[in-house]
């Protein structure tokens, strides 16, 4: 199995799972990743962002492979105040 029908084969589920090893160094039962497990899931994470999701969201790895970093801009125009779903305020409750 070569790299692309690996990253294919991934389901969202799986995916999951393996950015939150990814970020907490442990899997989603509690169990510690080794370092290399480390190594391992943060590539295939950064590989599946690339090849698979193709995301534009800040901080992922884009289609072309490179980190998508935004503007403080393109992060402003992001989000606008009409762009919001909800706002409120700690008075609310």
Same mark, same amino acid.
């Given at each position: 199995? $070569?790299? *692309? @029908?690996?990253? !294919? %084969?991934?389901? &969202? *589920?799986?995916?999951?799972?393996? @950015?939150?090893?990814?970020?907490?160094? +442990?899997? &989603? *039962?509690?169990? &510690?990743?080794?370092?290399? !497990?480390?190594?391992?899931?943060? @590539?295939?994470?950064?590989?599946? !962002?690339?090849?698979? /999701? +193709? %995301? #534009?969201?800040?901080?992922?790895?884009?289609? #072309?492979?490179? /980190?998508?970093?935004?503007? +403080?801009?393109?992060?402003?125009? !992001?989000? +606008? &105040?009409? $762009?919001?779903?909800?706002?409120?305020?700690? $008075? *609310?409750?």
């Amino acid at each position: 199995m $070569n790299v *692309d @029908q690996l990253i !294919q %084969s991934i389901t &969202p *589920d799986v995916y999951e799972r393996l @950015q939150y090893g990814a970020s907490t160094g +442990k899997w &989603p *039962d509690g169990t &510690p990743l080794s370092e290399e !497990q480390k190594a391992q899931t943060m @590539q295939l994470v950064m590989l599946y !962002q690339s090849k698979v /999701l +193709k %995301s #534009d969201e800040q901080f992922t790895i884009g289609a #072309d492979g490179e /980190l998508v970093q935004k503007s +403080k801009k393109e992060l402003k125009e !992001q989000f +606008k &105040p009409e $762009n919001e779903i909800a706002r409120f305020s700690e $008075n *609310d409750l």
